[in-house]
Every structure is written in structure tokens, then in C-alpha cells.
């Protein structure tokens, strides 16, 4: 089976949303607006929203915060994946992560090339795991937070999504800290 299995319970994820940028305010920051409607149409609780300027050691300490917050369970940024002087989410996210999940970003490029074609090379779009937390940065337009959760996120944060789902590896997470076998 794939897609939604209706006979299992759905579980809400606390989710951080951060719009990575210099110039946005929560006013007319488009793209993070998309990501909180999403996330709560879907029935996810957002735990937390952040503006921060693109710059590599501020994006660095609020993630941190955010994985050291047992209230979050992943973390969505947008913003700062292109290829310019000035995008270092990548950079930031990778100084973090404790094992980097490469299918999100391969396979957000694959759903990108469907619309943008080869201009899709310029997106540096990420997923990883920190301490127990998922990080996922998209492109910092609504249209790329919209493909990002309406084709690879909503299904995977959702526990019912079948054959599997990254939700219910969460309690697995941090193996690797408690000693036992992973």
C-alpha cells in the first residue's frame, strides 16, 4: 500500500518554521506564511517561528536552540539555499546535522526540474537529523515551500503515510545517545 492508511492513528509534529533572510518581517514574509498554513491545515502544531538574517552562525544558534527544545520535533526553513555570497543555509544546516537525509534534497530537485527545469541546479535544498530533530531547508519562494511540503513533507511527517513514514522513527532517533543498538 501507498499513501494514507486511515485505520492508523494521526500524530501531530511540533514543527519550527524559519524564514532565512535580511529583508523579511513576519508581515511580508510569503514563503514561511506558506509553510505555517500548510503545516496546520495538515494538523501539525507549529512550536516556533523565527526570522533570522542570513548569516551562518545566527542560523547555526537558533537551530541549535531549536534541537536542544524537547517541545520541537523538526525544524523547516526557507531561505539561503541558492548559490549567491550570501546563501549559507546549507553551510549552516551541515554544521549540525548528526547524519544528513540526501533523498530530501535529491528528490525536491527532481520535483523542482518538473516546473523550473535546469534551473533547478541552484537550489542547495537539504534534510538532515540532529539530535532526534529533523532539519529541512527549502528554497526561500512560496512556490518551492509549496512543492517541499505539498510533495515530499506532508506525506513523510504524516504518521499514516504508508510504507513508512519518518514519523515513526522518531522515538529511534537517539539511539545512538542512550547506547542501545541502533
Known sequence: ???????????????????????R?????DSGQTLIERLTKAGH????????????????????????DPEIDA???TGGTGVTGRDVTPEAFHAVYDKEI???????????????KTSTIQSRATGG?????????????PGACRDGWDEILKWQLDSRFRPCNL?????????HESGKPG
Open 167 to 175: 514519523v515513526e522513527l522518531m522515538p529511534r532517533l537517539k539511539e
Open 75 to 77: 525544524v523547516i526553513a
Open 45 to 68: 502544531r507549529m512550536a516556533a517561528r523565527a526570522i533570522v538574517p542570513d548569516d551562518r552562525d545566527a542560523i547555526i544558534a537558533q537551530l541549535r536552540e531549536w534541537i536542544d
Open 25 to 29: 518581517t513576519e508581515a511580508d514574509d
Open 129 to 141: 537529523v540532529a539530535s532526534g530533530t529533523y532539519l529541512f531547508a527549502l528554497p526561500g519562494s
Open 1 to 23: 500500500m501507498t499513501g494514507i492508511d486511515e485505520t492508523q492513528p494521526f500524530l501531530p509534529v511540533n514543527i519550527a518554521v524559519m524564514t532565512v533572510s535580511d529583508t
Open 102 to 116: 540526501e533523498g530530501f534534497g535529491e528528490l525536491f530537485r527532481t520535483i523542482s526540474y518538473n516546473k523550473v
